[in-house]
């Protein structure tokens, strides 16, 4: 047998190790993984669908992107609970649960008859879906052996952005079949079915239902609730005041360009953030004094771990600008019917090079190392994002596609180093939760990101278009006129300076992407005799 097909079937090796029941329960356990990543980026392709259905206004952008960031947040926060709750009350009950609450949030979003609805499903669905992926690894740690579970973590990581990879394809798809005005719903919709067949699957064997319960006292200590209070406090009030800090000008009552509506919580923007930090700093205080911390803070005492959390942080702050952009564009300069299928064909070149250069981001790394691996994978999303730049200068969203295959391709290069280099730098007994804070924060990294990136450009965008003189009908003139009036505006000088913006903005991703090079270089290299 070959090499690379050796490397490649190497996370898979552990589980024929095992009987027909455990594997059966792994594989539900994935399928549900794979589902609640699924919805992490399938919003990509359905926002444009979206803002036209519910009637949003286009430029209260820094509202709409919560029906991204409300997953986000809720998915990252339920990670570590979840994880440990399943300890305590068992995996089978952790597993239902944590599906039931992704369930409904589904429903929640297919029904929603408005953007606040619809932001308040998308939290409860993120945090069922974030819940699934450490009771799965847990799982992990149940039925293999200490020796094995690494290899089978990283499949369990791997289903997982495998998952939140081709969530812009599949939303694609479905709306291109479906074909209806509202065909964003039947995403959730379909949920339903696929959420019950895991289920069901869980529910066949007997392996997954196995856990040593603690004793109620035991119980109580060591479900950090306080630490999961904190932490969403911060990194809500951080957020929330990030993304309402691009009003300038005006009066707190008046409106912004474009139509759009000024942020109710725009006065309280510094306020806000001052809350974050405050119980930012409280959380860290309260970590390191609790017997069963939310987050074990020891792990960032080791210098290797905290660098390649630090880049994998400006990781997903650089990724998610073209998740949530790309959609943008197309919405601005594609006919509203060709809108969700133009999205996914933009999106195609970006998330399946991401995916294939995971994959052969691992076989680099063997050869190279990690470090080598996670700059050029860095280099190549700046060169990507300044193709992505000078590609949209025409306004011919066409033009974006190679710079879109070049920053995917360097994603997807970065995962494996950034990955292993976390997993490698903690000790033993602690990969799992190592591997887990991997994702967490990358994925802060993009809440972060898509929060800061968006209130500078709402600034900007205010700044260019907020002075321009209102169009009014003028005496005489008809009304067919004036519409012709108000379209010529809009294609000469509205649409092309807010495409400068969203340039902008992918130049910023580039620049963040750079600057993560420093924190992979102070992550060094593998020790020699490290084992794997």
Same mark, same amino acid.
């Given at each position: 047998m070959s090499r690379p097909f050796n490397r490649f079937a190497a996370p898979f090796a552990p589980l024929a190790e095992l009987d027909r029941s455990a594997r059966r329960s792994i594989a539900a356990a994935l399928m549900a993984v794979f589902i609640g990543a699924l919805d992490l980026t399938v919003i990509a392709t359905l926002l444009p669908g979206i803002v036209g259905d519910l009637q949003i206004n286009t430029a209260d952008i820094d509202r709409y992107v919560w029906i991204v960031n409300g997953y986000l947040l809720a998915y990252v926060v339920s990670i570590p609970i979840v994880g440990r709750a399943s300890d305590l009350v068992g995996r089978q009950a952790a597993f239902a649960g944590s599906l039931a609450i992704f369930l409904v949030g589904s429903i929640w979003c297919a029904v929603a008859p408005s953007m606040g609805w619809l932001i308040a499903g998308r939290a409860v669905q993120g945090v069922g879906g974030g819940a699934l992926l450490p009771v799965a690894m847990a799982l992990v740690g149940d039925l293999l052996p200490a020796h094995r579970r690494a290899a089978a973590l990283g499949l369990v990581g791997a289903v997982d952005t495998l998952g939140w990879v081709l969530g812009p394809l599949w939303g694609a798809l479905i709306v291109s079949v479906a074909g209806t005005h509202a065909a964003w719903r039947w995403v959730f919709i379909l949920n339903l079915p696929l959420g019950l067949i895991a289920f069901l699957a869980i529910r066949r064997t007997t392996s997954y239902r196995r856990v040593t319960r603690p004793g109620h006292i035991q119980w109580r200590r060591r479900l950090d609730l306080v630490g999961v209070m904190l932490l969403s406090i911060c990194l809500l009030a951080i957020n929330l005041g990030l993304s309402a800090g691009g009003e300038v000008g005006?009066?707190?009552?008046?409106?912004?360009?474009?139509?759009?509506?000024?942020?109710?919580?725009?006065?309280?923007?510094?306020?806000?953030?001052?809350?974050?930090?405050?119980?930012?700093?409280?959380?860290?205080?309260?970590?390191?004094?609790?017997?069963?911390?939310?987050?074990?803070?020891?792990?960032?005492?080791?210098?290797?771990?905290?660098?390649?959390?630090?880049?994998?942080?400006?990781?997903?702050?650089?990724?998610?600008?073209?998740?949530?952009?790309?959609?943008?564009?197309?919405?601005?300069?594609?006919?509203?019917?060709?809108?969700?299928?133009? =999205?996914?064909?933009?999106? *195609?070149?970006?998330? $399946?090079?991401? +995916?294939? %250069?995971?994959?052969?981001? #691992?076989? !680099?790394? /063997?050869?190279?190392?990690?470090?080598?691996?996670?700059?050029?994978?860095?280099?190549?999303?700046?060169?990507?994002?300044?193709?992505?730049?000078?590609?949209?200068?025409?306004?011919?969203?066409?033009?974006?596609?190679?710079?879109?295959?070049?920053?995917?391709?360097?994603?997807?290069?970065?995962?494996?180093?950034?990955?292993?280099?976390?997993?490698?730098?903690?000790?033993?007994?602690?990969?799992?939760?190592?591997?887990?804070?991997?994702?967490?924060?990358?994925?802060?990294?993009? =809440?972060?990101?898509?929060? *800061?990136?968006?209130? $500078?450009?709402? +600034?900007? %965008?205010?700044?260019?278009? #907020?002075? !321009?003189? /209102?169009?009014?009908?003028?005496?005489?003139?008809?009304?067919?006129?004036?519409?012709?009036?108000?379209?010529?505006?809009?294609?000469?000088?509205?649409?092309?300076?807010?495409?400068?913006?969203?340039?902008?903005?992918?130049?910023?991703?580039?620049?963040?992407?750079?600057?993560?090079?420093?924190?992979?270089?102070?992550?060094?290299?593998?020790?020699?005799?490290?084992?794997?």
């Open positions: 005006g009066a707190p009552t008046g409106g912004r360009a474009l139509g759009g509506t000024r942020n109710p919580l725009s006065e309280y923007t510094f306020r806000l953030i001052a809350v974050g930090i405050v119980f930012g700093a409280i959380f860290v205080w309260w970590e390191r004094r609790v017997k069963y911390p939310l987050l074990p803070l020891r792990l960032f005492t080791r210098r290797r771990f905290s660098w390649a959390i630090l880049a994998n942080f400006m990781a997903g702050a650089s990724l998610i600008v073209a998740m949530v952009d790309v959609p943008v564009v197309v919405t601005l300069v594609v006919d509203p019917a060709q809108i969700s299928t133009v =999205t996914a064909l933009m999106m *195609a070149p970006f998330t $399946l090079l991401m +995916a294939i %250069l995971s994959l052969g981001g #691992g076989m !680099l790394v /063997a050869r190279q190392g990690e470090r080598p691996v996670a700059i050029a994978g860095l280099i190549l999303v700046a060169i990507g994002y300044a193709a992505l730049w000078l590609g949209l200068h025409s306004g011919d969203y066409v033009g974006m596609t190679p710079g879109l295959a070049l920053a995917g391709a360097g994603f997807g290069m970065v995962v494996a180093p950034i990955g292993a280099t976390v997993i490698d730098a903690a000790p033993p007994e602690e990969r799992g939760i190592a591997a887990g804070l991997t994702l967490v924060f990358r994925l802060l990294g993009m =809440t972060v990101s898509i929060s *800061a990136l968006t209130s $500078l450009g709402v +600034a900007r %965008l205010q700044t260019l278009v #907020g002075d !321009l003189e /209102a169009i009014v009908q003028l005496p005489g003139e008809t009304t067919a006129e004036f519409f012709a009036r108000q379209s010529e505006f809009l294609y000469t000088t509205v649409i092309p300076l807010t495409l400068q913006v969203v340039r902008e903005t992918f130049l910023l991703a580039g620049v963040i992407a750079l600057v993560a090079i420093v924190p992979v270089w102070a992550m060094g290299e593998r020790r020699a005799g490290a084992s794997d």
